[in-house]
């Protein structure tokens, strides 16, 4: 009898054991720990308070043990930061798929640049050129104003007006060949950049 009494107790407190495993484990017996608006660490069996919820939380078994860590929901700064930074990132993504569907390669981008480059100092050529055009021009009509002085007679509004005009289409000119310069000078910064850029996608 006491043999089997022995047994008997020791599949009770086998049976005892699996059960409390079994109440750890269950579903929704569990805790929430959270501090208050005093700075007081509390243990809640039903829930976080609303108000205390957004400050970050953790959920215990019952044996105490952390299952759970529920951060602190962001702050508007760090919800527009992190907005922020996710509108980057998406950017960025759509920059690099479109720098990949231009360039295979670098050497395409150094292709491309040679081009701009011969575009740009074509324009710019052109601009000199009829600079040069414009300036032989006003020689002479400067000559023919002085033609009409030394006769004693004024000069011709005509004569005065193709004179500006000149004048007027030169500092056009120039304003142009500055631009385009300028344009090169970006150009050469943005192909560098994308050159830089497509060696690290075409490395990943």
Same mark, same amino acid.
């Given at each position: 009898?006491? =043999?089997?009494?022995?047994?008997?107790?020791?599949?009770?407190?086998? /049976?005892?054991?699996?059960?409390?495993?079994?109440?750890?484990?269950?579903?929704? /017996?569990?805790?929430?720990? +959270?501090?208050?608006? @005093?700075?007081?660490?509390?243990?809640? @069996?039903?829930?976080?308070?609303?108000? +205390? $919820?957004?400050?970050?939380?953790?959920?215990?078994? /019952?044996?105490?043990?952390?299952? &759970?860590?529920?951060?602190?929901?962001?702050?508007?700064? &760090?919800?527009? *930061?992190?907005?922020?930074?996710?509108?980057? $990132? =998406?950017?960025?993504?759509? !920059?690099?798929?479109?720098? !990949?569907?231009? +360039?295979?390669?670098?050497?395409?981008?150094? @292709?491309? %640049?040679?081009? =701009?480059?011969?575009?740009?100092?074509?324009?710019?050529?052109?601009?000199?050129?009829?600079?040069?055009?414009?300036?032989?021009?006003?020689?002479?009509?400067?000559? *023919?104003?002085?033609? &009409?002085? @030394?006769?004693?007679?004024?000069?011709?509004?005509?004569?005065?007006?193709? !004179?500006?005009?000149?004048?007027?289409?030169?500092?056009?000119?120039?304003?142009?060949?500055?631009? +385009?310069?300028?344009? =090169?000078?970006?150009?050469?910064?943005?192909?560098?950049?994308? %050159?830089?850029?497509?060696? *690290?996608?075409?490395?990943?």
């Amino acid at each position: 009898m006491l =043999k089997l009494g022995t047994v008997g107790l020791s599949l009770l407190l086998m /049976m005892g054991c699996i059960a409390s495993v079994q109440a750890d484990d269950a579903p929704g /017996m569990v805790f929430y720990r +959270y501090i208050d608006s @005093r700075g007081v660490t509390v243990i809640d @069996r039903q829930s976080v308070p609303t108000e +205390y $919820a957004g400050k970050g939380y953790e959920v215990l078994n /019952m044996r105490g043990r952390v299952i &759970q860590v529920v951060p602190p929901a962001p702050t508007g700064e &760090q919800a527009r *930061q992190a907005q922020a930074a996710a509108q980057a $990132a =998406k950017a960025q993504a759509e !920059m690099d798929a479109q720098l !990949m569907r231009l +360039y295979s390669s670098v050497t395409d981008v150094d @292709r491309a %640049r040679t081009r =701009k480059f011969a575009e740009l100092d074509s324009l710019i050529s052109v601009a000199r050129s009829n600079i040069q055009g414009l300036a032989n021009q006003q020689v002479s009509l400067q000559s *023919q104003a002085a033609d &009409q002085e @030394r006769a004693g007679r004024a000069v011709s509004q005509s004569l005065i007006d193709q !004179m500006n005009d000149a004048r007027d289409q030169q500092q056009h000119l120039n304003d142009d060949i500055a631009r +385009y310069q300028a344009a =090169k000078e970006q150009a050469d910064k943005g192909f560098a950049q994308d %050159r830089a850029r497509l060696q *690290q996608l075409l490395a990943q």
